[in-house]
Each structure stands twice: as C-alpha cells, then as structure tokens.
C-alpha cells in the first residue's frame, strides 16, 4: 500500500525533528513545520534523499565547509534558504 501524502509529511516531519544533532533538528524541524508542506512531490523526493544523510555531513554541507553533492544541492539550498530568510535583518 503506497504512502499518502499526509502521512510521509508527518513522518518527514518527525524525522526532520528527531536527527541526533540539535542544529540539525532546528534547522530541518523549523523547515519542516513552516515549507515542507509547500514541496511538490519532486522536491519531497530530493528532501527525502536529503533527510537520509548523516548529519555530520548535513552540517558540513550547510555551513560551507565541504561542498555539498550535486544531487543534493537543490534540496539543501530549499533549507538553507528558508533559514537564511528567517535570520536576516
């Protein structure tokens, strides 16, 4: 039985909320209670992708300090972006 929509939100959402690295947790769970929902299900899958990475490297990508793949460029930049928005006077 294939998944709905409802029901992978909140699992991402719980997922996005429970990585093991308290940035992390900020970072994903925030963007998963505010943009997630607006994803299409192409970019869900990129973000799903993205969510099954370890999150030292999460950290690494985000800040910088490694270049983040190709593949998950888009999906990172979506998270990124949305907390840029949020912390920028």
Known sequence: MAENRETRLKRLRLRSWRR?????????GTFADEIMHTLT???LDAHEILMAEH???LLVWFTGQKDTPSEL????SRVQNHFLSK???
């Open 20 to 28: 093991g690295i308290k940035e992390m947790d900020l970072l994903f």
């Open 41 to 43: 299900n192409a970019e």
């Open 55 to 57: 999150d030292q490297d």
């Open 73 to 76: 460029k888009d999906a990172l």
């Open 87 to 89: 912390n920028t006077t």
